[in-house]
């Protein structure tokens, strides 16, 4: 999708509406702009919640075997006695 908006004297542009829609940005919001080479992306700001994190986190595929976790191991290095 292709939006074109104008820059005022003061160097300001309004983000239309529909990308606002596609940003999930309100009135208040904030935005990023990122550069990349000769071009700018324009990104929502917004910092998740831990709420919105842990929406998406799923336990099941972060659990070890008893085997498996990193407190089980045998020390590594100049701790390794023997």
Known sequence: MN???KITRKGQVTVPVRIRALLGVKN???VAF????DSVTIVSAHRPSLTELLAGFDPARHR???GERPWDDDPVGRE???
Request: aromatic content about 0%; overall charge positive; cysteine-free.
């Open 34 to 37: 990122r550069a990349e080479g």
């Open 28 to 30: 208040g919001g904030k």
């Open 64 to 66: 070890r075997a008893a």
């Open 80 to 82: 390794r006695r023997k």
């Open 3 to 5: 939006v074109v908006a």
